[in-house]
């Protein structure tokens, strides 16, 4: 690999832009070549990364590469909205990453796409601050937005991630809403404000919160304490009083990111879980457990919550 490409990816962020290699001297069949033999991934139109470094990347980093690239080589300056500053505030996305960076359009026009950006309606115009170099909504406009177009499973993680940073208040969301004044999701955004809690510690507890609630089933008390377990206490994520049930979201990065946390590797926090679930156990408590799989399934959890006599709300 020429050196100038990695120069170029470290100008640019780890994004190659060809108006950079240009002035490295490099000529356009070399990036052709490069591309071809897979040592470049195309992030867009005139933008490139190197591949060995593109693959490191989660699906959340390499849309945010994206957005940055796309506000750099527009030719009027962006602002980016919705999904896009969402993934600029290091909100947790759920599904699959957009392919398109969204932007705001203050008043009520909006609704135009091209290749790489689609123009939403903004309403008044919004507050702005810089991230990574490019212009975004601000945090709690960011999250208004979203609260109003997109459903409840994918906008309540963003809340309650957002309710647990210092700054953002239900009063500050429920402000920004009435300042928006949109004409069409303003109920579904009021509920997702309202539903949404600082105590759900991971994005799986919240979407597991949505699909109880959208499957009718009664809300558990959220971060359930237990005194007396092994020597201390214990912290649940779910829990229903009335029938002593504990439920608990097991996602893989509990156990990936253990020796980064917590300074204990996997294999030591599966131990020390089993060690607390057996002792809330001889407490009389019961215990259920679900993954990513079963929370994003709601015939699956269901199914799973109905075997273990969850209550339906009244």
Not at 41 to 59: D, F, I, K
Not at 70 to 96: C, D, E, I, K
Request: glycine share 8%; proline share 5%.
């Amino acid at each position: 690999m020429d050196e100038r490409f990695e120069l170029a990816a470290a100008i640019g962020g780890g994004l190659i832009r060809t108006r950079d290699l240009r002035e490295l001297g490099v000529h356009p069949s070399a990036v052709q070549r490069l591309e071809r033999a897979g040592s470049l991934v195309r992030v867009r139109t005139g933008v490139y990364a190197l591949r060995e470094e593109w693959q490191q990347l989660t699906a959340d980093e390499r849309y945010r590469r994206l957005v940055v690239a796309t506000a750099g080589a527009a030719r009027h300056p962006l602002v980016v909205s919705h999904r896009s500053a969402a993934a600029l505030h290091r909100l947790p996305m759920l599904g699959a990453a957009p392919t398109i960076v969204e932007v705001a359009e203050p008043g009520r026009g909006g609704g135009r796409r091209t290749e790489h950006v689609s123009t939403r309606r903004a309403g008044p115009a919004p507050a702005v601050e810089t991230i990574d170099g490019v212009v975004c909504t601000s945090l709690l406009r960011t999250l208004v937005d979203l609260a109003i177009s997109r459903p409840l499973v994918h906008s309540v993680p963003m809340l309650d991630a957002a309710l647990s940073r210092p700054g953002i208040t239900r009063t500050d969301l429920a402000c920004e809403l009435e300042h928006v004044d949109p004409t069409r999701g303003r109920a579904k955004a009021a509920h997702a404000i309202g539903f949404a809690d600082h105590r759900s510690g991971s994005a799986g507890e919240s979407v597991s919160r949505v699909r109880i609630h959208e499957l009718g089933f009664e809300s558990p008390e959220l971060q359930a304490r237990f005194e007396g377990i092994l020597g201390s206490f214990a912290l649940v994520d779910f829990y229903w009083r009335g029938i002593r049930l504990i439920g608990e979201f097991d996602g893989r990065m509990k156990y990936l990111r253990s020796l980064e946390v917590s300074g204990l590797d996997p294999a030591r926090v599966v131990y020390e879980e089993k060690r607390r679930e057996d002792a809330l156990r001889r407490m009389g408590e019961r215990m259920v457990r679900w993954d990513w799989q079963t929370a994003w399934v709601p015939r699956d959890l269901h199914r799973l919550l109905s075997e273990f006599g969850v209550p339906r709300r009244r």
